[in-house]
T-cell receptor, first 113, second 113 residues
Framework: EAQVTQNPRYLITVTGKKLTVTCSQN?????MSWYRQDPGLGLRQIYY???????DKGDVPEGYKVSRKEKRNFPLILESPSPNQTSLYFC????????????FGPGTRLTVL | GEDVEQSLFLSVREGDSSVINCTYT??????LYWYKQEPGAGLQLLTY?????DMKQDQRLTVLLNKKDKHLSLRIADTQTGDSAIYFC?????????????FGKGTMLLVSP
């Protein structure tokens, strides 16, 4: 089944404790992206990747890192999480440049205390 | 810069038609999308329209695009309680040599029996 998976689905952590949210797709998609969703703000893009070893900042990249060492995986790294990073995070992928259909993962709800 | 605006809430009765409106500002948008998010779930692509089209119909869904006014609408015929969800409008625009999605804040559709 074609899908985007994220882990963990739920995470509660404390300020400053490094964490990684994994994202994996099995569709051989080139383009992957991370969004955060906050009440009243909709979805905002954090980072995106056009292919292996090619990443770029989205609209709200501060406090986040990403890597794209393999085509299928695009982890989101929070080196020192802060409470303002409490949010719902979505990973998405598409075959080529964002004009193609983007497939979204189920989301990761992160709470930073 | 890009900006996508939607009304926040719409309430209809089962069997009525629903119309969700969206305005955008970037005239270089190539595709415009409608996504549906059910509670606790990720985003599901409902339909999209290319910027040189005026209308697209897909079963109960009709998308109208007024490019001059930068106005997009989604009409759901014979709305059902299962259509209750948050609906996001999104535009795809070329940026830094790649296309990316900009989302509105979402319209919550509540369908009452």
């Amino acid at each position: 089944e074609a899908q985007v998976t994220q882990n963990p689905r739920y995470l509660i952590t404390v300020t400053g404790k490094k964490l990684t949210v994994t994202c994996s797709q099995n569709m051989n998609h080139e383009y992957m992206s991370w969004y955060r969703q906050d009440p009243g703000l909709g979805l905002r893009q954090i980072y995106y990747s056009m292919n292996v070893e090619v990443t770029d900042k989205g609209d709200v990249p501060e406090g986040y890192k990403v890597s794209r060492k393999e085509k299928r995986n695009f982890p989101l790294i929070l080196e020192s999480p802060s409470p303002n990073q409490t949010s719902l995070y979505f990973c998405a992928s598409s075959l080529e440049r964002g004009t193609d259909t983007q497939y979204f993962g189920p989301g990761t709800r992160l709470t930073v205390l | 810069g890009e900006d996508v605006e939607q009304s926040l809430f719409l309430s209809v009765r089962e069997g009525d038609s629903s119309v969700i409106n969206c305005t955008y500002t970037d005239s270089s948008s190539t595709y415009l999308y409608w996504y549906k998010q059910e509670p606790g779930a990720g985003l599901q692509l409902l339909t999209y329209i290319f910027s040189n089209m005026d209308m697209k119909q897909d079963q109960r869904l009709t998308v109208l695009l007024n490019k001059k006014d930068k106005h997009l609408s989604l009409r759901i015929a014979d709305t059902q309680t299962g259509d209750s969800a948050i609906y996001f409008c999104a535009e795809s625009t070329p940026r830094r040599g790649y296309s990316t999605l900009t989302f509105g804040k979402g319209t919550m559709l509540l369908v009452s029996p």
